[in-house]
């Protein structure tokens, strides 16, 4: 049974950084695509950043060079370092992964391409 566990939100000023991280167990981050998602109040959950079981990444266009994600030794830990915060990145990060195919996945970005999830850590960007 794979269980995902997002730890490191908190409230911050905005222009700050922090730095998500995502414990895995039941399954094996290299064998797996990850990925950040995030859902603010009244909006859909949307994809922020995503790295492939070979490493590639790809991050959505609000992210603007500000977020980098990567997967931590000993390679069962998901991580998301956010820089530059603002108040419209306030939302519930959560991550998710599904078990890399031979083939590729169509929108790593796309919360419908992931099987299992975890419950989410609360980021808020206040003055």
């Known amino acids: 049974q794979a269980k995902l566990v997002e730890t490191g939100g908190g409230t911050v000023q905005p222009g700050t950084s922090l730095t998500l991280s995502c414990a895995a167990s039941?399954?094996?981050?290299?064998?797996?695509?990850m990925a950040w998602f995030r859902q603010a109040p009244g909006k859909e959950r949307e994809g922020v950043a995503a790295?492939?079981?070979?490493?590639?990444?790809s991050y959505a266009g609000f992210v603007k060079g500000r977020f980098a994600i990567w997967i931590g030794s000993p390679k069962q830990s998901l991580y998301l370092q956010m820089n530059s915060l603002k108040p419209d990145d306030t939302a519930m990060y959560f991550c998710?992964?599904?078990?890399?195919?031979?083939?590729?996945?169509?929108?790593?970005?796309?919360?419908?391409?992931?099987?299992?999830w975890g419950q989410g850590t609360q980021v808020t960007v206040s003055s």
């Open positions: 998710a992964a599904v078990l890399a195919t031979p083939f590729q996945l169509p929108n790593a970005l796309d919360p419908l391409e992931y099987s299992d």
């Open positions: 790295i492939t079981a070979k490493g590639g990444v």
């Open positions: 039941g399954l094996t981050l290299s064998q797996h695509h």
